[in-house]
């Protein structure tokens, strides 16, 4: 592509009237429909020719605009064919060499635990969730599992341009879903037991064989049989009765017969395919109840392929704050369920005994989810989970992911088993209290410690930071310049487009889910459009030679400028704490006090219900007691004071 514009750039606008009708009349169009026809797995002839035809041109006109002599252009041609031959042959490739640029860059670090757990030979049904993050999530995966993995994908995202070109390249299954072609009910609706009551609704027209799923506050509902045009009457009674006149939508059924063929078909053929069970993504901070869809294909292939099997592995998709840019992010996969003869008997006989096959299945693939995941009621529970695990561990103890993750899961433990209990409800909210606290001198709990240091100490830290600070300001120049309109553009509609997705949706809260694809998206147009413009405005103003200049360094400059502008970040945030120690030192010792008293309390509660949850502890009290000696060095300096 840059060899392309870069020759048609030179003769149009340095030297119009010389090659410029050569260059067109022997380059053939850019090839983006390319990858609307290729074909996975085999050589494609037309990806070939429309391949080498546009390298060929390029090349031409590289040695046009560089006045190579006939032996260079044999050369460059010959270079450009086989590019084409090799490219052409493997397109998923390059494809998922494009997926991990977008990862590295976008995220921080990413880990994957207990990758050994998946099986090395034979299909695989990879389980996924929380559903958070809405393309990305199949991304990671793909991108951090040992085997290849087909996803199934919303029939409506194929549409999409470039989702669904990345889509088709990497052999993802289409599937239709019935929230993508839902339709507004008329009227509101009540409902209880298995009654649905409407006002002003026209049931009988809305509802037949074919739409047969009433969508009322977040839940798909099948209706058993329309009573008149304000009343339906449902398969199962309703979990909770709700008296308050509600929207709804009419979802259509669906044939999935075309999509469970693919699944079979890649089962038979020993490849791994990955579903995310809850049916969409989602902001929540817990699962949402999952479909059943991964029990039928499993069991659905070993009752139709006699001595088949499948396994069924679950993958945790876990972030830390995974809507922001530079985020991190932890893969964890969980032991392989192994499906029985006897579900795929009961499965075969139909009826009650096929309906319990199933659900023992989700059962077993609830449970397994939930022990690789991080999941609570809601988000602020979540937050006051993590202030627990950071307040709990010792002080200098620097925890990985996969012990972060591991740690916070016993504290959802713990929450779970103390909920009511008087001594967690006083604990959480001196807890809420001190991050409240926090909030308000905009720092963070480990940088509590560095509210107490002395005033020497602070001034001499302050100056470092701050050549520190200048000299990567200095080096951030370029990104500055080049880098944060992009950033800004992304933040932009990726807010937007999180805002839209709320309001459509009846299970998103703030549409965080929406927010990290909406920003990887909108990078991948924003940036080359930027770019480029920043070459032609450097060859337009100056000279082909620095456009040329500029468009190969400036990719390899940000690409740095991002490793430091992580730490310019984390820099900038490191002189709040000092402020602190310096105008409000007091303020700062009470902080110190409270951290400690709130340390203390946590440690010994944990202690006393350790045996209760029948988990060892992942520290033991000499991780903790050089730490208490300190602590009570400090106060009685203190009190001495």
């Given at each position: 592509?840059?060899?392309?514009?870069?020759?048609?750039?030179?003769?149009?606008?340095?030297?119009?009237?010389?090659?410029?009708?050569?260059?067109?009349?022997?380059?053939?169009?850019?090839?983006?429909?390319?990858?609307?026809?290729?074909?996975?797995?085999?050589?494609?002839?037309?990806?070939?020719v429309?391949?080498?035809?546009?390298?060929?041109?390029?090349?031409?006109?590289?040695?046009?605009?560089?006045?190579?002599?006939?032996?260079?252009?044999?050369?460059?041609?010959?270079?450009?064919?086989?590019?084409a031959?090799?490219?052409?042959?493997?397109?998923e490739?390059?494809?998922?060499?494009?997926i991990?640029?977008?990862?590295?860059?976008?995220f921080?670090?990413?880990?994957?635990?207990?990758?050994?757990?998946?099986?090395?030979?034979g299909?695989?049904?990879?389980?996924c969730?929380?559903?958070?993050s809405?393309?990305?999530?199949?991304?990671?995966?793909m991108?951090?599992?040992?085997?290849?993995?087909?996803?199934?994908?919303?029939?409506?995202?194929?549409?999409?341009?470039?989702?669904?070109?990345?889509?088709?390249?990497?052999?993802?299954?289409?599937?239709?879903r019935?929230?993508?072609?839902?339709?507004?009910?008329?009227?509101?609706v009540t409902g209880?037991g298995?009654?649905?009551?409407?006002?002003?609704?026209?049931?009988?027209?809305?509802?037949?064989?074919?739409?047969?799923?009433?969508?009322?506050?977040?839940?798909?509902?099948?209706?058993?049989?329309v009573?008149?045009?304000?009343?339906?009457?449902?398969?199962?009674p309703?979990?909770?009765?709700?008296?308050?006149?509600?929207?709804?939508?009419?979802?259509?059924?669906?044939?999935?017969?075309?999509?469970?063929?693919?699944?079979?078909?890649?089962?038979?053929?020993?490849?791994?395919?990955?579903?995310?069970?809850?049916g969409?993504?989602?902001?929540r901070?817990?699962?949402l109840?999952?479909k059943?869809?991964?029990?039928?294909?499993?069991?659905?292939?070993?009752?139709?392929?006699?001595?088949?099997?499948?396994?069924?592995?679950?993958?945790?998709?876990?972030?830390?704050?995974?809507h922001?840019?530079?985020?991190?992010?932890?893969?964890?996969?969980?032991?392989?369920?192994?499906?029985?003869?006897?579900?795929v008997?009961?499965?075969?006989?139909?009826?009650?005994?096929?309906?319990?096959?199933?659900?023992?299945?989700?059962?077993?693939?609830?449970?397994?989810?939930?022990?690789?995941?991080?999941s609570?009621?809601?988000?602020?529970?979540?937050?006051?989970?993590?202030?627990?695990?950071?307040?709990?561990?010792?002080?200098?103890?620097?925890?990985?992911?996969?012990?972060?993750?591991?740690?916070?899961?016993?504290?959802?433990?713990?929450?779970?088993?103390?909920?009511?209990?008087?001594?967690?409800?006083?604990?959480?909210?001196?807890?809420?209290?001190?991050?409240?606290?926090?909030?308000?001198?905009?720092?963070?709990d480990?940088?509590v410690v560095?509210?107490?240091?002395?005033?020497?100490?602070?001034?001499?830290?302050i100056?470092?930071r701050?050549?520190?600070?200048?000299?990567?300001?200095?080096?951030?120049?370029?990104?500055?310049?080049?880098?944060?309109?992009?950033?800004?553009?992304?933040?932009?509609?990726?807010?937007?487009?999180a805002?839209?997705?709320?309001?459509?949706?009846?299970?998103?809260?703030?549409?965080?889910?929406?927010?990290?694809?909406?920003?990887?998206?909108?990078?991948?147009?924003?940036?080359?459009?930027?770019?480029?413009?920043?070459?032609?405005?450097?060859?337009?103003?100056?000279?082909?030679?620095?456009?040329?200049?500029?468009?190969?360094?400036?990719?390899?400059?940000?690409?740095?400028?991002?490793?430091?502008?992580?730490?310019?970040?984390?820099?900038?945030?490191?002189?709040?704490?000092?402020?602190?120690?310096?105008?409000?030192?007091?303020?700062?010792?009470?902080?110190m006090?409270?951290?400690?008293?709130?340390?203390?309390?946590?440690?010994?509660?944990?202690?006393?219900?350790?045996?209760?949850?029948?988990?060892?502890?992942?520290?033991?009290?000499?991780?903790?007691?050089?730490?208490?000696?300190?602590?009570?060095?400090?106060?009685?300096?203190d009190?001495?004071?």
């Amino acid at each position: 592509f840059f060899f392309f514009f870069f020759g048609l750039l030179k003769y149009s606008l340095f030297e119009p009237k010389s090659y410029i009708w050569l260059s067109l009349v022997t380059s053939s169009p850019p090839p983006i429909p390319i990858v609307s026809f290729a074909q996975p797995r085999r050589m494609s002839y037309f990806n070939f020719v429309s391949l080498a035809l546009f390298n060929t041109s390029a090349a031409f006109l590289l040695s046009l605009a560089l006045d190579f002599n006939s032996v260079s252009t044999s050369v460059s041609i010959s270079i450009a064919l086989f590019l084409a031959y090799i490219v052409s042959r493997k397109l998923e490739v390059y494809a998922r060499i494009i997926i991990n640029s977008m990862i590295y860059i976008f995220f921080r670090s990413v880990e994957s635990r207990n990758a050994h757990y998946i099986p090395t030979k034979g299909p695989v049904l990879f389980v996924c969730g929380p559903h958070s993050s809405q393309f990305v999530d199949p991304i990671l995966v793909m991108t951090h599992c040992p085997r290849d993995v087909r996803f199934l994908i919303a029939a409506k995202s194929m549409e999409r341009a470039f989702v669904g070109t990345l889509s088709m390249i990497t052999n993802s299954i289409p599937i239709s879903r019935p929230q993508d072609y839902a339709r507004m009910g008329v009227g509101m609706v009540t409902g209880g037991g298995t009654k649905i009551l409407g006002k002003g609704t026209t049931f009988t027209r809305e509802f037949d064989e074919e739409n047969n799923t009433i969508y009322v506050r977040g839940k798909p509902l099948r209706v058993e049989k329309v009573v008149s045009d304000t009343e339906l009457q449902l398969k199962q009674p309703l979990g909770q009765a709700f008296g308050a006149p509600s929207k709804f939508q009419v979802f259509p059924r669906m044939d999935h017969s075309v999509a469970y063929e693919e699944v079979y078909k890649a089962f038979g053929l020993g490849e791994c395919v990955g579903i995310f069970p809850e049916g969409g993504s989602h902001d929540r901070a817990g699962l949402l109840p999952l479909k059943a869809g991964v029990a039928l294909m499993a069991l659905g292939y070993m009752a139709s392929h006699e001595g088949k099997s499948v396994k069924i592995v679950p993958v945790g998709i876990n972030y830390f704050h995974g809507h922001r840019f530079r985020s991190r992010a932890l893969l964890d996969y969980g032991l392989p369920i192994e499906i029985t003869m006897d579900m795929v008997e009961k499965y075969r006989n139909g009826g009650e005994v096929k309906r319990d096959a199933v659900n023992t299945l989700m059962s077993q693939v609830q449970n397994a989810l939930n022990n690789v995941t991080i999941s609570a009621e809601d988000y602020e529970t979540l937050q006051l989970l993590w202030a627990f695990r950071r307040l709990y561990k010792p002080e200098k103890v620097i925890l990985t992911l996969q012990q972060t993750e591991q740690l916070t899961l016993r504290f959802i433990d713990v929450h779970n088993l103390l909920r009511d209990d008087i001594r967690y409800l006083n604990l959480k909210d001196k807890v809420l209290e001190y991050n409240e606290t926090l909030q308000s001198f905009r720092i963070r709990d480990h940088q509590v410690v560095q509210t107490v240091l002395k005033t020497e100490e602070v001034l001499t830290m302050i100056v470092g930071r701050l050549i520190i600070f200048l000299a990567e300001s200095v080096f951030l120049l370029p990104f500055f310049v080049f880098g944060l309109p992009v950033l800004v553009v992304c933040r932009w509609v990726s807010a937007n487009k999180a805002k839209v997705g709320a309001k459509k949706s009846a299970v998103k809260l703030k549409g965080r889910d929406l927010v990290a694809t909406w920003k990887i998206l909108t990078a991948t147009a924003v940036i080359p459009s930027c770019w480029s413009m920043y070459v032609v405005a450097a060859s337009f103003l100056y000279s082909w030679r620095v456009g040329l200049f500029l468009f190969v360094t400036l990719p390899l400059t940000m690409l740095v400028s991002l490793r430091v502008w992580d730490h310019y970040l984390r820099l900038i945030r490191s002189f709040f704490p000092l402020y602190v120690a310096l105008k409000h030192q007091h303020k700062g010792m009470q902080l110190m006090r409270t951290r400690n008293k709130l340390k203390k309390e946590i440690r010994r509660l944990i202690c006393e219900i350790s045996d209760q949850l029948s988990k060892p502890r992942m520290f033991e009290d000499a991780d903790f007691a050089a730490e208490e000696i300190s602590e009570n060095d400090d106060e009685n300096g203190d009190s001495d004071k």
